[in-house]
């Protein structure tokens, strides 16, 4: 495949304190798998389309699974994101999403509340992104109802 996506050493190198450690039977080699679950996202694949040079489909999958729940790829963009310094410029963008019907009848359990309002145009969820000045995003929320919210 002519367009395939390789970390490099020094990439890797920066990202390789958050992974979990290893038990039991050898990994594949994370560099690999890493690279291979970027491929699979930034090209919308399904991860049985992975190319085989990543390792199995069902490692990349696995992995991806495991460490997402275990809030590892959620360190490593908390990490990279403040090494980079206080962006000089910060970009706002809001959008009103339309909730669908059942939203409401789902159970009010949970340690986040719904931040769910109504309107004239009926059930709407308003969410804030703000951004650094190369577009990338720095924090999302939901606003309250007075309209003010922070990241």
């Known amino acids: 495949m002519r367009d395939m996506f390789m970390l490099s050493d020094e990439g890797l190198a920066r990202i390789e304190p958050f992974f979990p450690l290893a038990r039991g039977v050898a990994r594949v080699d994370d560099c ?3 690279s291979g679950i970027i491929h699979v996202i930034r090209n919308g694949l399904r991860w049985r389309d992975a190319p085989s040079e990543y390792g199995p489909y069902k ?4 992995r991806f699974k495991r460490w997402s729940e275990m809030g590892v790829f959620g360190n490593i963009f908390s990490h990279l994101s403040a090494k980079g310094g206080p962006p000089g410029v910060f970009m706002i963008d809001s959008t ?3 909730v669908h019907r059942t939203a409401c009848s789902l159970h ?9 309002g109504r309107t ?7 969410i804030h992104v703000i951004t650094g000045e190369r577009g990338r995003p ?6 309250n109802l007075m309209g003010s919210f922070a990241l």
């Open 32 to 34: 690999k798998v890493i």
């Open 59 to 62: 490692t990349l999958y696995n």
């Open 96 to 98: 009103c999403i339309k």
């Open 108 to 116: 009010k359990g949970g340690d986040t509340p719904r931040h769910i």
């Open 120 to 126: 004239k145009g009926g059930l709407n969820s308003k």
């Open 138 to 143: 720095l924090g999302s929320g939901p606003i």
